[in-house]
Nanobody, 114 residues
Framework: QVQFVESGGGLVQPGGSLRLSCAAS????????MGWYRQAPGKQRELVAQ???????LNVDSVKGRFTISRDNADNTMYLQMNNLKPEDTGVYYC????????WGQGTQVTVAS
């Protein structure tokens, strides 16, 4: 059974930083194309960053230069370092395989406000 547990969210002022964690069980992160997704209030869930089995990464334009996705193969954990946060980054953040339609965790709430 595949499970993801996200953590690390919170309330932060614009310009601040947070580091999100995604603990995975039931699959090896290093064998999958993984992503961090966010769902802003009233909007659909969207992909913000991907990491490939090779370790290469891709970010959507809105977070380039600010967010960094990474993983720890030994701990089977994925991270999202978020810097220079903006109010439009507010939302619930989830981790999952790229293109996933199931196995969503509870997510972690990120609120950027002054």
């Amino acid at each position: 059974q595949v499970q993801f547990v996200e953590s690390g969210g919170g309330l932060v002022q614009p310009g601040g930083s947070l580091r999100l964690s995604c603990a995975a069980s039931g699959l090896m992160l290093k064998m999958s194309i993984m992503g961090w997704y966010r769902q802003a209030p009233g909007k659909q869930r969207e992909l913000v960053a991907q990491i490939f089995p090779s370790g290469s990464t891709l970010n959507v334009d809105s977070v380039k230069g600010r967010f960094t996705i990474s993983r720890d193969n030994a701990d089977n954990t994925m991270y999202l370092q978020m810097n220079n946060l903006k109010p439009e980054d507010t939302g619930v953040y989830y981790c999952n395989r790229w293109g996933a339609t199931s196995d969503w965790g509870q997510g972690t709430q990120v609120t950027v406000a002054s």
